[in-house]
DNA sequence: CTAACTACCTGAACGC
DNA sequence: TGCGTTCAGGTAGTTA
């Protein structure tokens, strides 16, 4: 469940290594109930990688002749350099100083494409995206008005991506935790509002600090765990007392996804 | 347009 | 032991 800051650090520890470096040769296996999978990823061949950037849970690696190579870890997705036999390597790029890179994923939920540059129309999510939560661009009252606009649930609205990039199901029950915000809440007021934003910020920077959570799947590129499951709250935690008022923390199902959170101080 | 729902995928965990 | 069921969840697509 590759969230911003786990998608930070396989960026981190990505982009030096792929800085400059030109694409030899691109494979991909996609089956065809998911041919959106490695979408045109053969036109990678012959390309050179300028930087890899990131946006939410999207990396994105310009390219040269105007393109860019759009990555998605999806839930178990993970990149590792090697050419090991795995059944579960979807996708391998061969680069100019002849190393591989492999893009496992045992669940299919990742993609890879290549579009124009800033072409994002064939990606809905990353086309509506909203502001980086680390960045200067993620304002308070923005968010406040963004929030003042839904009727929906607070939790299914932030995992739309829409109001801000990158939080995912572990944060979202993490930052409302924080908050003391019930996450199925409908209306969040300004004031409310700023404490989430500053939660998103606390939670995420400190997340990426140690380079992420890993629950079940997530690696880096070294294929090292993330350092921050120790310091989750709320999620994964279902009846174990809150830290805060020592009530049993609750589970239940919102939008379709499992929800921990505290039924006595998160109102 | 939004909100709400389901499908996609597959190993692990669970129940009998 | 073995088999069937449920669960995990990010995103795309459909429906109301």
Not at 36 to 60: C, T, Y
Not at 143 to 160: Q, R, S
Not at 165 to 171: K, L, P, R
Request: glycine share 10%; hydrophobic share 40%.
């Amino acid at each position: 469940m590759p969230e911003l800051p786990e998608v930070e650090s396989v960026r981190r520890q990505l982009d030096p290594e792929l800085s400059a470096r030109r694409i030899v040769d691109a494979w991909a296996d996609p089956i065809p109930s998911m041919p959106r999978e490695f979408h045109r990823v053969e036109m990678l061949a012959g390309r050179q990688i300028s930087h890899v950037g990131r946006r939410g849970k999207f990396l994105i690696a310009p390219l040269d002749e105007g393109l860019e190579l759009i990555m998605h870890l999806g839930m178990t997705g993970q990149l590792t350099f090697g050419n090991q036999s795995d059944p579960y390597v979807r996708a391998r790029l061969v680069l100019d100083d002849g190393r591989a890179l492999s893009f496992r994923d045992v669940r299919r939920f990742g993609r890879m494409a290549v579009v124009e540059a800033g072409r994002y129309e064939s990606i809905p999510t990353l086309a509506r995206l909203g502001p980086e939560p680390l960045s200067d661009e993620f304002d308070p009252g923005d968010f406040a008005g963004a929030l003042a606009k839904t009727t929906a649930p607070i939790k299914p609205f932030l995992l739309t991506q829409r109001p801000v990039a990158g939080v995912g199901n572990i944060y979202a029950d993490e930052v409302l935790w924080i908050a003391r915000i019930n996450p199925r809440s409908r209306r969040i007021g300004r004031c409310r509002a700023f404490v989430l934003h500053a939660a998103i910020r606390k939670v995420l920077a400190g997340a990426v600090e140690r380079e992420g959570t890993t629950f079940r799947d997530f690696v880096t590129v070294t294929g090292e765990s993330g350092r921050n499951a120790s310091h989750l709250v709320a999620y994964g935690r279902v009846g174990t007392p809150c830290p805060r008022c020592a009530t049993p923390l609750k589970k239940i199902v919102l939008g379709g996804r499992g929800t921990t959170y505290c039924p006595r101080c998160q109102r």
